[in-house]
Nanobody, 127 residues
């Protein structure tokens, strides 16, 4: 069992920066691949980024590639999402999720495939 709690959300200006954190409690966090997803009001949930258990493989959606960075610290049971140069359209509730293995980019980009999910943190980007 893995419990995930996101933090770091809030109001950020477009062009600024914000770092989200996802803290995990439970056993063997270092064996899980992790992902970030988001859902804006009136829109479907979408994939943002994923990272393998060791941190050596990362994958991003085209909409955030080059602006967001996913990373992890297994010693702290934490995964991060560094959001640089956010845009108005990045406003959403951000969720972290865990999967017991890395099934490839397509597998990790499907929220329904995740084994554990957090409750989300709201990010609002202002102009």
């Amino acid at each position: 069992q893995l419990q995930l709690v996101e933090s770091g959300g809030g109001l950020v200006q477009a062009g600024g920066s914000l770092r989200l954190s996802c803290s995990a409690s439970g056993r063997a966090f270092s064996t899980y691949s992790m992902g970030w997803f988001r859902q804006a009001v009136g829109k479907e949930r979408e994939f943002v980024a994923a990272i393998s258990s060791s941190g050596t493989i990362t994958y991003y959606s085209d909409s955030v590639k080059g602006r967001f960075t996913i990373s992890r610290e297994n010693a702290k049971n934490t995964v991060y999402l560094q959001m640089n140069n956010p845009k108005l359209e990045d406003t959403a509730v951000y969720y972290c999720a865990a999967r017991q293995y890395w099934g490839g980019a397509g597998d990790m980009s499907n929220y329904d495939n995740m084994d554990y999910r957090g409750k989300g943190t709201l990010v609002t980007v202002s102009s």
